[in-house]
């Protein structure tokens, strides 16, 4: 397990590697970003948006999956606002939304006075799937990620909307993957960094579980969508994107962030702040990678300019062994497990090549320094 020599993030990470300057994927990623020429880019948007205008969509021209989280509001302000393109914002609903992501989500709405369109996957299929992906994966929110994707793509083919924006581009913006450049189309956004377990929804089926009920979880073929003269792009592609900065634009605008502060083991109040069910999902990672939300969320500040990697290390080192204890008792409640079943599932996901028992306790075996 090694550190970049520039931010912190451990190779650890799926797809990351170093290289011979002991530099990250996505500090390379940065070096990228910091040569492109971002009004170009943006000109760029304004023809795509101006040739979807020329079809003449009775309805809608774009469709932005939004959660009411700080990013998402910047997609939909974007394209609603600033290009005018007739908007329909999708939200794959949350079973355990918090007090802020409920207000957040309808500020941003009527902020932006936009049509508004609700996904609430089957309740009982999707606590099962969880359930299941948290036992054999230990990756609960598996099967959410495929439906956030699935489910927006799914309602552009139904509804003949011709554009599908997204955020950021994961694999290329945070180093998940082999990605040497940005890339404008998000068309197999299926395959990003979200879904990288190789499964399928159907690979979660049993007698209790109906292929009926997995619509929404299901990425529609490609050629349908080609056929469909559909298109789907990260809007990371052509604006320079940066998750504080988003925040900034739009607390000027109703987004408010946590209210008792930061989560345990984050770093930041207004990132990730609206439903109640993610926090353990992102805390597996530590037990498999040695790292979490405070490495991811410094990581960004560092790649553009607001943190010193000697800050990060120091604010890692004091915020990774904290346990996500605050939406703890939900998640054991939703998922109907026992807190003893609860630390053995855990324990089962433990990497043992990076962690040691020592001092009664499990500890990191190459704990992040100061170069």
Not at 74 to 86: E, I, P, R, W
Not at 119 to 128: D, H, M, T, V
Not at 239 to 258: A, D, L, M, S
Not at 293 to 313: F, G, H, M, P, V
């Amino acid at each position: 397990m090694k550190y970049c020599k520039n931010c912190v993030m451990p190779d650890t990470k799926p797809g990351v590697y170093l290289d011979d300057r002991g530099l990250c994927n996505a500090c390379r990623s940065q070096e990228l970003k910091s040569q492109i020429d971002w009004e170009e880019r943006f000109k760029d948007l304004e023809k795509l948006v101006s040739e979807v205008k020329e079809q003449n969509h009775p309805f809608y021209d774009c469709i932005v999956p939004v959660s009411g989280g700080k990013d998402s509001w910047v997609q939909a302000l974007t394209l609603s606002k600033k290009l005018g393109l007739k908007t329909l914002c999708v939200t794959l609903a949350n079973h355990l939304p918090t007090t802020e992501g409920i207000a957040n989500l309808n500020n941003m709405i009527k902020d932006l006075n936009v049509d508004h369109m609700k996904i609430n996957l089957k309740p009982s299929f999707y606590r099962s799937v969880r359930k299941k992906c948290t036992l054999e994966q230990g990756e609960p929110n598996w099967a959410e990620h495929c439906a956030v994707f699935s489910s927006v793509v799914n309602i552009a083919v139904i509804y003949d909307v011709p554009l599908i924006v997204w955020g950021e581009d994961i694999a290329f913006e945070f180093g998940g993957g082999q990605r040497q450049e940005s890339t404008a189309s998000a068309l197999e956004i299926d395959k990003s960094d979200l879904n990288k377990e190789g499964k399928v929804i159907e690979d979660w089926l049993d007698e209790s579980l109906s292929e009926r009920d997995t619509f929404f979880y299901k990425y529609p073929d490609y050629e349908i969508l080609k056929e469909a003269n559909i298109q789907s792009i990260y809007l990371g592609h052509y604006t320079n994107w940066y998750g504080r900065k988003n925040y900034e634009e739009v607390k000027t605008r109703g987004f408010t962030e946590r209210k008792l502060g930061p989560l345990s083991g984050n770093y930041l109040s207004y990132d990730n702040i609206d439903e109640k069910l993610c926090e353990i999902n992102i805390w597996f990672k530590y037990l498999k990678f040695g790292f979490w939300r405070s490495t991811d969320q410094t990581c960004y500040d560092i790649w553009n300019n607001r943190l010193s990697r000697k800050e990060a290390i120091s604010i890692v080192n004091e915020l990774s062994d904290q346990f996500p204890e605050e939406y703890f008792q939900d998640f054991l409640r939703f998922h109907n497990i026992s807190e003893t079943e609860f630390w053995e599932i855990a324990e089962k996901f433990r990497n043992k090549d990076i962690w040691e028992f020592s001092g009664n306790k499990w500890n990191l075996k190459y704990p992040l320094k100061d170069i």
